[in-house]
Each structure stands twice: as C-alpha cells, then as structure tokens.
C-alpha cells in the first residue's frame, strides 16, 4: 500500500473514532451533553415494586443517553440499608418512602432535592395528576416529590354474609349520607356471630382507619397540634388526654369489647396465621383498610363488594390517602435525567402498563386510572371509581408519610395500645401514660 495513502487512510479512521466517541460520550457515565449516564432506581425487593426492571428497556430505548439501574432491599432492611448508601457517598438517584420512615423524616434529614428548578415546563395536569395530590409533597411551594401511586381507605364487604343476614349493600357513593358510623354498626351487629367456638364466630366489621394515632382523626378528635401539617410535622403538643381524642379511642376499641361487633386480636391473629388477612377467612363481614387489599381480590373465596367509608362525627375527612411520591435524593449526580425517568413511570401508556406488571398498584394518572378500576373481576367498576373519587375528596394524607421520626412514634404507640386492644386496659387509663412517653420521645427526636 501506499504509504501516504496509508498514513490518509489511518488519520481519518481516527477522526472517524473522535467523532463517535463525542456522539456516544464514549461509554463513560459522565452527565455531560451526549454523555451516557447511569440513574439508580432504589425499592423494596418485592414484587409489586420491582417490576420497574421490566420497563427499563423501553425507556432506554426512548432515551439513548440514559441507563437505570434498580438496586433493592426487604422492606425490614430498607431504610437502613438507604442511610447506609447516603453515607458511604453512594446515595441513589431515584427511591419513595417505602420503608418505616414517611416523606417528611427525609425532608427534615436533608435527603431530599428539591424539584422546583427542574420543573418549569412539567405540568402535573399534563400527567393528569390532581393538583391536590401533587401539593401533598411540596413544602414552601417547593417540590420534593412526585406522586406515582395513591392508596385510598376503602370498605370492602361479604357479599356472602350480607346476603345471608338479608341486608342491603352499602353505598359506594360518598354522597350517600344515609351511609353513617352508626348505621355501621346497626349493619356489623346483625353479621356478629359472638361465640368462643372459632369455627363458628364471625364479626361484622374491622375498622383498620389509618395508624392508631389517626384514627381518632376519623371522630373529629386530633392527637397532634394544627401545626404538626405546616412546620416539617413537628406537632407543639399532644392532645392524648383531651376529652374528644379520649372519646375516638373508646368509639374504636368500643366496637370490640363493648358493642362485640369487630375481632380481638387473639381472633385476628388464629385466622390472619392461615389466610393473611383476617377478612379473607370469610368470617368478617365489613373491612375497612387500605386498597392495597383489592389486589387479593381474586384469593376471595366469596363475593365481595366495595363501599365508601361511612360518614363520621369528623365531615371532612373520611378517607386516609397512601400516596407515594418518588423523590430525586439530593446527592444525586443527574437530577435530569432521574426526573426523566420519572416522568416516564406517569405517563399514561406506562401506568397503565404497570398495573398489570406490579399485579394492581392504583396510578395516579387519572386517565389510567380507567383501566385500574376494572382490573378486579367481580367488582363493578363504577363502584371503585366512586369509592377512590370520594376518597380524594374526603381524604387526609396519611400520618405516617407527614410526621417526622414517625416510625420510632408508631412503635410506642403499637407497644403502648397492646394492653388495651388485648382488653387489659381501659383507654382512659392507658392514654396519660402514652402521653407522656411521646411528649418525651418528641422531645428527644425533635431537638
């Protein structure tokens, strides 16, 4: 060959190479423009949360410049393992408060990138998220966090046993306002089978509204100051001994050993140890929990039915909401392109996508939202749209994501509550004592 030819032919193979390594960044994980960046997506090795993993490569094949990678823990381990992560300086990019601490303990650590600068063109109407869902992670109208999934209260009923004790259905709309507590437990004392022989008792309803803390919220009573919401869910003072919080515990631990409509925790536990949930064994008659338990619709060995949440004292609120927002970390080295990525999980095509691939988690996108409400064979999805719309309406974020530390503040109330949910004790005797170990708990967490 000849030498100048081949001296010509060399220079432009390497001109060539130059070129593509700008176009492709040359494989590096750099984050500058045109560079190839890798994004970690951080969540509980379940199956309801991995499924992400399966839409990576439609993504990355919409967004060339951009890997993820899904790192995951056991819900146990979850928050341990993220402190550990953000502390060897390897935090991840993209993770929801999916363990025991909420959106507001990782606000007060400083764990959280605040979104706003990054979010001039996003439009939560563009993703047909409701406003007021979005406005639940923001704080100074800056934006922490963007809701993917959102949890309702709902009331789930044996169609069954309804049949059986020859009653009506409850209403699905919250409208409804013939649909109160008390006409509950008219409808829970007329399922009650009261025996100690277990294969014959059965109860009329379980009301697992929100944590224990919360539920006095359901009567018009508040455990936590009106400033708890505004000042990074630091509450000034406890009202346990006010009489209209002391009056909502005796309401909720009234229905099992005063009106006997609702399971002891003895009973709960002999048939949650064989079907998981105590309203799967077919012996409750009324459920109010999370929508979380639809998903196991289809274990039902009976009909079911959903229903709103009766009105109580409280008009306001009478749904809790779980919505779960997914944060930016603030050590993040690609805000862009982990905002991306998000982006993606609430576009309508990949919520609708997702409900199959993570075997029912509610969107937030309303538009796929259609889809959700019938993915539940047996269950009118009218009906489960009126309930979640209701929800909304009528909903209050949950405890547990807006009051800083609360995972040390559940444990005391879990191990504090023992003696009066097993009935050894009497709520009014108990709440003093429960006070103040939380007021010194605050104290301590809160400096």
Request: hydrophobic share 35%; glycine share 8%.
């Amino acid at each position: 060959m000849n030498k100048n030819k081949g001296k010509l032919l060399l220079g432009l193979i390497l001109v060539f190479s130059m070129v593509m390594s700008a176009c492709t960044g040359g494989g590096k994980d750099g984050g500058k423009d045109g560079d190839i960046v890798t994004i970690t997506h951080y969540t509980i090795d379940s199956p309801d949360r991995t499924f992400v993993e399966k839409l990576i490569p439609d993504f990355e094949a919409k967004h060339p410049n951009i890997k993820v990678k899904v790192t995951k823990a056991p819900y146990e381990q979850f928050d341990s393992k993220l402190q550990s992560a953000i502390a060897a300086k390897n935090a991840p990019d993209v993770t929801s408060h999916w363990g025991y601490g909420g959106f507001m303990e990782y606000y007060n650590k400083g764990m959280l990138m605040d979104l706003s600068p990054y979010l001039t063109d996003f439009k939560a109407s563009d993703y047909n998220i409701p406003e007021d869902v979005m406005n639940i992670y923001k704080v100074d109208g800056k934006t922490y966090g963007i809701p993917v999934n959102s949890y309702v209260t709902v009331m789930l009923y044996n169609k069954d046993l309804f049949d059986k004790a020859g009653l009506p259905y409850p209403p699905s709309d919250y409208e409804d306002k013939s649909w109160t507590f008390d006409k509950m437990v008219e409808y829970a004392k007329a399922l009650t089978v009261d025996s100690k022989n277990l294969n014959e008792a059965q109860y009329g309803v379980d009301f697992g509204f929100g944590e224990r803390d919360q539920r006095p919220q359901y009567f018009g009573g508040n455990v936590y100051s009106e400033d708890t919401w505004t000042n990074g869910g630091k509450p000034s003072e406890i009202n346990l001994t006010k009489p209209e919080v002391v009056e909502a515990f005796k309401k909720v631990y009234g229905l099992i050993y005063d009106q006997k409509v609702s399971p002891t925790p003895a009973f709960s536990k002999s048939v949650s140890g064989q079907f998981g949930d105590p309203f799967l064994s077919g012996k409750i008659g009324m459920s109010v929990v999370g929508s979380w338990s639809l998903a196991a619709s289809s274990d039902f060995s009976f009909n079911v039915g959903v229903a709103a949440v009766p009105q109580g004292p409280n008009e306001k609120v009478r749904s809790v909401l779980y919505v779960d927002p997914l944060f930016v970390l603030k050590d993040s080295k690609h805000p862009k392109e982990a905002l991306e990525w998000i982006e993606y999980l609430v576009t309508a095509e990949v919520q609708e996508k997702s409900i199959e691939l993570s075997g029912g988690n509610p969107p937030v996108n309303q538009q796929a939202a259609e889809k959700y409400y019938s993915n539940f064979e047996g269950i009118d999805p009218e009906q489960i749209k009126q309930v979640f719309d209701g929800a909304y309406k009528y909903g209050f974020e949950s405890y547990n994501h807006l009051i800083s530390n609360y995972s040390q503040i559940n444990e005391l109330f879990i191990n504090e509550l023992a003696s009066v949910e097993n009935g050894d004790k009497k709520v009014e005797d108990a709440l003093p004592a429960i006070e103040t170990k939380l007021k010194a708990l605050l104290e301590r967490l809160n400096k």
